[in-house]
C-alpha cells in the first residue's frame, strides 16, 4: 500500500509543468498523508490545481477498514468491479509529486523508510480517481485515491505495490475526457525501473503530523522507533 508521497515544488514550477493556474492555497508537502488536503487535476477542471482529500476526510478516518480500502485502488481490481471501471472512464485525476514512500520489512516489528524518486529528480504525476459525496450535515466532499499495481524491479527490493506513474503524453490521455478504454487501460503499467532512485529515510514520516524538508534527506537505515538497523 502507498500510503505517503512528496510534492515539493514551487507554486511556480508546479504551474508551469502541468500548464495549470495553481491557487494561493497550495504549499509544498515533505509528507502528504491520508486525510490530508492535497493538491490534484482533475480531467473536469484540468486548467487548474484543486485540493482533495486522499482517501477520506479527517471526521470519517476513525473507520479504519473503509480508510484503508480508499487509500489506494489495485490495478487488478478494475477488471473485478465495474463500478471501478465506470469510474476509471469517468471520474480520472492526477496527482502532482516528486517522490513516494515505502516501508521495507526486515522483521516482524522491524521496518525502514525509504524515499523514491525519479532519476533526474523532476515532478512527475501519479494516476489517480476521485469522487464526489455528501457528509452527514450535507456538504460537498472530494476525495481521490491513488491507484497501484505490483512493484517493478527496483521497487520490489522494499515493497509489492508502487503507484501508477505517468509521463507526460500518459498525463494528457489521462486527462482527456474523450480517451478510449483502451487508451487508459494501457497507461495502468510501471514505468522503466532505470528512472527510479531511492534512499532511506527518516523514520519521522511515520508522524503524519511532521511535514518538514528533513524529512527527504537521506538517513542511516533506521526502524521506526528510529533504532539504527544493519539491514539495507
Known amino acids: 500500500m ?8 514551487s507554486r511556480t514550477d508546479l504551474a508551469e509543468r502541468f500548464s495549470v493556474d495553481v491557487p494561493d492555497f497550495y504549499k509544498e508537502r515533505y509528507n502528504a498523508a491520508p486525510t490530508q ?13 484543486s485540493l482533495f482529500y486522499w482517501g477520506i476526510s479527517p471526521e470519517w478516518s476513525k473507520n479504519k477498514m473503509v480508510s484503508e480500502k480508499i ?10 468491479r465495474p463500478a471501478l471501471k465506470r469510474a476509471l472512464m469517468k471520474t480520472r485525476c492526477l496527482v502532482p509529486a516528486d517522490g513516494f514512500y515505502a516501508w521495507k520489512k526486515v522483521g516482524k516489528k522491524t521496518s525502514i523508510p525509504y524515499h523514491f524518486m525519479m532519476a533526474d529528480r523532476e515532478t512527475f504525476s501519479i494516476a489517480a480517481l476521485w469522487e464526489e459525496f455528501e457528509d452527514t450535515e450535507g456538504n460537498q466532499i472530494q476525495t481521490f485515491s491513488i491507484i497501484t499495481l505490483p512493484a517493478d524491479d527496483i521497487v520490489n527490493n522494499i515493497a509489492e505495490r508502487m503507484p501508477v506513474i505517468l509521463n507526460r503524453n500518459g498525463e494528457q490521455i489521462w486527462l482527456d475526457k474523450t ?3 483502451e487508451k487508459i487501460v494501457d497507461l495502468l503499467k510501471p514505468i ?3 528512472n527510479l532512485n531511492y534512499y532511506p529515510v527518516s523514520p519521522g514520516i511515520a508522524n503524519t503530523s511532521l511535514d518538514v524538508a528533513s524529512l527527504i534527506l537521506p538517513t542511516p537505515p533506521a526502524d521506526q ?8
Not at 500510503?3 to 515539493?8: G, H, K, P, V
Not at 492535497?38 to 490545481?49: D, F, K, Q
Open 179 to 181: 480517451s478510449g478504454e
Open 37 to 49: 488536503l492535497l493538491p490534484v487535476i482533475t480531467s473536469s477542471a484540468p486548467e487548474g490545481v
Open 225 to 232: 522507533h528510529g533504532n539504527l538497523t544493519l539491514f539495507d
Open 71 to 80: 487509500i489506494n485502488v489495485r490495478t487488478e481490481s478494475f477488471n473485478d
Open 2 to 9: 502507498i500510503e505517503r508521497y512528496t510534492i515539493t515544488a
Open 192 to 194: 522503466s525501473a532505470s
